[in-house]
């Protein structure tokens, strides 16, 4: 069974980086057809993809952020670590990490998501 | 904007058929598998629909995906009031290498 549960700060000055841990199980994030993704979700708003790891580490990443993303995984622990640098208010939402279906380019076990939210 | 183009809002009787509509181009869904998700209020995404008609197990087959050209869509059949939520597709765009959400549908069972 697959669980992914995302962790890291709930409140952010503008202009910190954000740092978020995807911790997993059930896989194992060291072949070419696993991967792990980003999504995060502003109040009231849509779905918004923000960066890929496989597991032979290639990355993807939104074009509108990728600098600003960087995301990096460790096998050891299980883990996928997204940085965002220079938050802003409108960075708030909830983010999301998520399995990547092998077969696609979607995502088919979602964690539980964990709200950010970025004020002075 | 989102790169996905979804009708913002739908609705239906209990028992009705409602198709939603999720309109992209060339470099996503003309070329590659939609993914549909089902979002209850308060609560994570739930991959409804994979690789453009394939359900995964526990998703009741009341729930079905289709794809023509740059279009693809979602059927709901027999419609429950617990089918009230949001329903978002991806797809992976080649131009931008990237997955593209659409802007998501609001299902009303009335």
């Known amino acids: 069974q697959i669980t992914l549960k995302e962790s890291g700060p709930t409140l952010l000055k503008p202009t910190q980086t954000l740092r978020l841990t995807c911790t997993f199980s059930g896989f194992s994030l060291t072949t070419s057809g696993v991967g792990v993704a980003w999504v995060r979700q502003p109040p009231g708003k849509a779905l918004d993809w923000l960066a890929l790891i496989y597991g032979n580490d290639v990355k993807r990443y939104s074009p509108s952020l990728k600098t600003r993303l960087t995301i990096t995984r460790d096998t050891s622990k299980n883990q996928v670590v997204l940085t965002m640098t220079n938050m802003d208010p409108v960075d708030t939402a909830t983010y999301y990490c998520?399995?990547?279906?092998?077969?696609?380019?979607?995502?088919?076990?979602w964690g539980q998501g964990t709200t950010v939210t970025v004020s002075s | 904007q989102s790169v996905l183009t979804q009708p913002p809002s739908a609705s239906g009787t209990p028992g009705q058929r409602v198709i939603i509509s999720c309109s992209g181009s060339s470099s996503n869904i003309g070329s590659n598998s939609a993914y549909w998700y089902q979002q209850l209020p308060g609560t994570a995404p739930k991959l409804l629909i994979y690789?453009?008609?394939q359900r995964p197990s526990g998703v009741p087959d009341r729930f079905s995906g289709s794809k023509s050209g740059t279009s693809a869509s979602l059927a709901i059949s027999g419609l429950r009031s617990e089918d009230e939520a949001d329903y978002y597709c991806?797809?992976?765009?080649?131009?931008?290498?990237?997955?593209?959400f659409g802007g998501g549908t609001k299902l009303t069972v009335l």
């Open positions: 690789r453009s008609n």
């Open positions: 998520a399995h990547d279906d092998p077969g696609g380019f979607g995502m088919d076990v």
């Open positions: 991806s797809a992976w765009d080649d131009t931008l290498s990237a997955v593209v």
